[in-house]
Structures are given as structure tokens and as C-alpha cells.
């Protein structure tokens, strides 16, 4: 008895007889059959469990596209995992720096000998991986989001995936909640001292804040700056979740309003 796996099931061939054993699951079937050349038509085969040709060839599309957004998805998620790792690789880094280069003050206030030449040295090499791992989210980044890694670069792009948890996440949100990721907390206190009758101000940006075009900006200016960027982002966002496709004119469009607003 021959087995052969096709994406609607099972058929086993036992001397010319064939028998079709229908799968449970489709997706499952399709994932899991093999591609090789049959002895027999697919298709002819394939009217023993299914009433037509038309509906044989409209479950296939439906399956097929299915396994597909299951292989994205799949994909999405191992890239959005590895730059946000990537991330905090960079922020511990830059925590080493900070206590290495502390650590090489305080020495140098009583001697300056071969361990704070040692430091010295750690500190440097420190300072050529977070180069060497800036680059690589940046390159990751403009792979999984190309929009959104245009619009602010890697890094900042990064720290919002990681705010948001995923891109299909990040792809669902409003502009006006990307303009405040990472300003969370601020929002709450502020929104308590509200509802209590007490005077407070809300925050007009977060992690977007360390973009030039906003944090280069007079006060007065920078919220009106960020609502467009936000606004962008949020269109960049959905873009890259759904097709990958580099939209240039969003970075246009926030380079346009940045010097207008610069005037």
C-alpha cells in the first residue's frame, strides 16, 4: 500500500485501487503534504469528497491563503521578538557604558593606572557593539517596518514595537495612542489628578519625543509636531503589517510639516 499526502488528506493506493481519506483540518493537510509527482490527476481525485470543481478550487484558495497568513504571522512574530532582544541588548549596553565610564572617574580621581586603562579598553569595545548592534536594528527594523523606520529611524521604531508588543499590535493602534506610547504612566497620574478636580497637564508625546523634528522644536510647537507624526505612523504601521510596501510620501509629508512649523 502506497500513503501520498495531499492538502485535503490522505490517499492510499492499494494495487489500482484508491482510496481518499478527507482531513479534518485543511491548513493542517496542506502544511503537511508533500510535493511530489502523482500517478493520478489531483483534481479528479479530488470530486471523490468534494461536490464540485469549483467548490475543490475555492477550499484550495481559502487553505492556501490561510497558510499563508500562518507562515507571515509565524515570521512577523520572530522578527518582532528579535529586534525588541536587540533592544534591550542596546539598553544594557548603554547601562555598562554609564557604570564603566563611573567607575573610570572615580579611579581617575586617586590614580590613573593599568586597571583604569583596562576600563578604558571594555569601555571602547562596549561602545563598538552598540554600534555594530544599532546597525543591525535598523536593518532589521526597515524589514519588518519599513514605513515606521523611515518615518522615525531604527532605534525609535524599535522601542515602539516594544511598547506595543508586536506590529500587528502597533498596526491596530490610533496616532493619537502612538503619540503617547511610552508615556503611560505620565497619562495615569495626570488622568487621576483630573478625575480628583486637580489641575493637571496631560503629556503630548513619548517615545517619539527623541525624534529631531520634535525635541529640535520650540514647547509651544512640539505637540502639534507629534500628533502628525503620530498620525503617520499610525498609516505607516497598518502599511507595513499588511503589505510591506514603502510608502515615501509619509516621510515627505512629516518633513514638509517640520519645516513649516520651523518656519
Same mark, same amino acid.
Given at each position: ?51 464540485? @470543481? ?20 509565524? @515570521? ?48 571602547? @569595545?562596549?561602545? @563598538? $557593539? ?39 499590535? $502597533? ?33 503630548? &508625546?513619548?517615545?517619539?519625543?527623541? &525624534? ?25 504601521? !497598518? ?22 512649523? !520651523?518656519?
Amino acid at each position: 500500500m502506497i500513503e501520498y499526502k495531499v492538502w485535503f488528506g490522505k490517499i492510499y493506493k492499494r494495487n489500482s485501487e484508491l482510496e481518499v481519506i478527507k482531513s479534518d483540518d485543511f491548513v493542517e493537510s496542506f502544511i503537511e503534504s508533500r510535493c511530489e509527482k502523482l500517478p493520478f490527476s489531483l483534481k479528479e481525485i479530488s470530486l471523490k469528497i468534494f461536490p464540485s @470543481e469549483e467548490e475543490y478550487y475555492s477550499e484550495l484558495r481559502r487553505t492556501a491563503i490561510r497558510v499563508a497568513e500562518i507562515e507571515v504571522e509565524k @515570521e512577523l512574530k520572530s522578527s518582532d521578538r528579535y529586534i525588541i532582544s536587540l533592544l534591550k541588548a542596546l539598553d544594557e549596553i548603554d547601562l555598562g557604558i554609564n557604570l564603566f565610564s563611573e567607575k573610570i572617574r572615580d579611579l581617575e580621581e586617586i590614580r590613573t593606572d593599568k586597571t583604569t586603562e583596562e576600563f578604558r579598553r571594555i569601555v571602547g @569595545e562596549l561602545k @563598538e $557593539l552598540r554600534k555594530d548592534i544599532e546597525r543591525r536594528i535598523s536593518s532589521e527594523a526597515s524589514k519588518l517596518m519599513p514605513n515606521v523606520t523611515e518615518l522615525v529611524g531604527g532605534v525609535i521604531a524599535a522601542r515602539l514595537l516594544e511598547r506595543a508588543g508586536s506590529l500587528k499590535r $502597533l498596526a491596530s493602534m490610533a496616532g493619537s495612542t502612538i503619540q503617547i506610547l511610552g508615556a503611560e504612566k505620565s497619562l495615569f497620574k495626570a488622568m487621576s489628578r483630573i478625575k480628583k478636580g486637580k489641575k493637571a497637564k496631560t503629556p503630548k &508625546h513619548g517615545i517619539i519625543f527623541q &525624534h529631531p523634528y520634535i525635541r529640535t522644536l520650540p514647547k509651544k510647537l512640539r505637540g502639534k509636531m507629534a500628533r502628525f507624526l503620530a498620525s503617520k505612523l499610525a498609516i505607516g504601521a !497598518r502599511v507595513d503589517y499588511y503589505s510591506g510596501e514603502l510608502k515615501e510620501d509619509l516621510a515627505e509629508a512629516v518633513r514638509k510639516k517640520y519645516e513649516e512649523l !520651523r518656519g
